[in-house]
């Protein structure tokens, strides 16, 4: 039986009219840069990128060696194809044009490089994501403000998740579909088409850490699921956190759960922890692809209106059933205020 690599995948997509050549061009480009982050992700102290860079990004944060790395290795393998417009990226203060000297092409990608990467030292699966927008038309040189779409707006995501292997997982829109890197080709492989989301879960990802910060209807949530099986949700529940959003979330579309990043009063002037262009938008693409749900715990992520490159949101995803159990605890709440 013949194996289904991703070019392949790709180009059968194509001659379904779900994807044009240019975007089939555009997510194979990422799959080989991904394949190049890996390569170097799995090198560790070997290939001398432990450690920090000496650098910030734009939200102030203390840049990783493979931070710096991975966004090049991203911006590079994008700039001279043709297929892409501009990108913009979580380690950069705003979007970059492709070089004047290489073809235009009709869409805008923005990218996480390197997701979880304070794990990087202590070995723990770390990974990339990325979103796909269309570039405005007539828009010969898109800026900041033309990637604020919407996430309905997306027309492909996905994440690269580096641990005991390589795997992509990818939306362009029809399903969610994991590949499996095969090391000695060097390609990706179809390892499981449509993946699906359990409506219902007894389990929940969060950082239990804050929870002295948390509004009071995170407080009340989280205290019921604890409260277990004599509890008001009559069940148990088994929490995990691996502090990866990459490796929460795949383990969550593999098995289920609901991975949870609320906001918290720890510095009240950030509307979350998570970037809604880079981290929750395209995540919240593949999880809903796999039919389960991905709100800010009010309202539903992939509608909300972005006015910053850099936003941030609360993160609620998962088994459909559980996302919409911890929603109504806010509105409920919301509506009792």
């Known amino acids: 039986m013949s194996r289904t690599s991703l070019t392949r995948f790709l180009i059968e997509e194509q001659h379904a009219k779900r994807i044009n050549a ?18 170097a992700v799995s090198k560790g102290a070997l290939g001398g990128v432990l450690g920090d860079a000496g650098t910030g990004n734009v939200q102030g944060e203390a840049q990783k060696k493979l931070d710096v790395i991975s966004n090049e290795i991203l911006l590079e393998a994008n700039a001279w194809g043709g297929h892409l417009a501009a990108c913009a ?25 390197l997701d979880g990467s304070s794990n990087i030292d202590v070995n723990v699966s770390v990974g990339t994501i990325f979103s796909v927008l269309r570039a405005p038309k007539g828009v010969d040189k898109p800026g900041d403000e033309h ?3 919407a996430g309905t707006q997306q027309v492909a995501a996905g994440y690269c998740i580096y641990g005991p292997s390589t795997m992509l997982v990818l939306t362009v829109g029809h399903g969610t ?43 009340g949530y989280v205290t019921d699921l604890l409260a277990g099986k004599e509890g008001v949700r009559g069940k148990n529940f088994n929490m ?20 949870i990043y609320p906001w918290d009063k720890k510095d009240p002037s ?38 910053q490159l850099h936003q941030r949101v609360p993160v609620f995803l998962g088994s459909k ?10 509105t409920d709440f919301d509506a009792k205020a």
């Open 147 to 149: 990637f604020l779409q």
């Open 270 to 307: 950030k509307a979350g922890k998570l970037r809604l262009m880079y981290e929750a938008n395209p995540m919240s693409m593949l999880v809903e692809q796999a039919g389960g749900a991905a709100t800010n715990g009010r309202t539903r992520i992939l509608d909300i209106a972005p006015d």
């Open 89 to 113: 990226s979580e380690e950069m203060d705003h979007s970059q044009l492709v070089p004047s000297e290489y073809p235009q092409g009709d869409f805008l990608l923005l990218f996480d490089p």
């Open 177 to 219: 579909h994991a590949f499996t890197l095969d090391r000695e080709t060097g390609e990706f492989v179809l390892t499981q088409r449509g993946m699906q989301v359990p409506a219902d879960t007894q389990e929940f990802a969060i950082n239990m850490s804050n929870q002295r910060h948390w509004e009071a209807p995170m407080q």
């Open 22 to 39: 240019d975007l089939r061009q555009l997510v194979a480009v990422v799959a080989r840069a991904c394949t190049s982050i890996s390569i």
């Open 240 to 259: 995990r956190w691996i502090a990866s959003m990459v490796a929460d979330v795949h383990r969550i579309l593999t098995r289920g759960g609901i991975f």
């Open 321 to 330: 059933n559980e996302v919409a159990e911890a929603t109504r605890y806010h």
